[in-house]
């Protein structure tokens, strides 16, 4: 088994890079997602059967088709579930119809392969940092200084079939399929 998902890649704008070194100033507690995996997902599909690989690129193939190249703004933050014990922090998304319509086309191909859909409705967001027990206090004051702060856009010009492995040092990607978007 390999653990995997599907999401489209976003580079590190300069005030991603900025907000970056904010967060791991923030303490141990509050560990930022590396700036070579910032990624938004599609679909987590975890433990899949190697064999699966082709079924599944093939249902991320259809899933594309028609959609041509797209810009996305990055802006504000907020955290998941909530403030109070925060154990995600992420930025929000706008523009986000393509997303949507892409991670939609997904839920029934894959479903047939075995792979369950996310209970909640898909919120598209870019995680930035994970919190592991009490948040600090300043993470709150930090998010409370930057609501709608602007941290540049990104063209979504393809979709990406990802193994992640976990290691000590933090989750290893590796991209097994890619899919360019406008044909």
Known sequence: MIRTFIACKIAATPALRALHADLQELGRTVRP?????????????????????????QAVTDAVA???EFLI????????????RPTVVWAGLQETEPLREIATALTKPLGKLGFQAEKRQYKPHLTLARVRGTAPRE?????????????????IES???YESELTPSGAQYRVLARFDLGG
């Open 33 to 57: 997602v590396s700036l070579e995996n910032l990624h938004i997902t599609l679909q987590f599909l975890g433990d899949t059967e190697p064999e699966l690989i082709p079924q599944v690129a």
């Open 73 to 84: 703004e990055i802006a504000g933050l907020g955290v998941f579930p909530h403030l109070r």
């Open 159 to 161: 979709v990406e079939l």
């Open 139 to 155: 993470l709150a004051t930090y998010m409370e200084q930057h609501p709608e702060t602007d941290f540049g856009s990104e063209i």
């Open 66 to 68: 028609g959609h041509d």
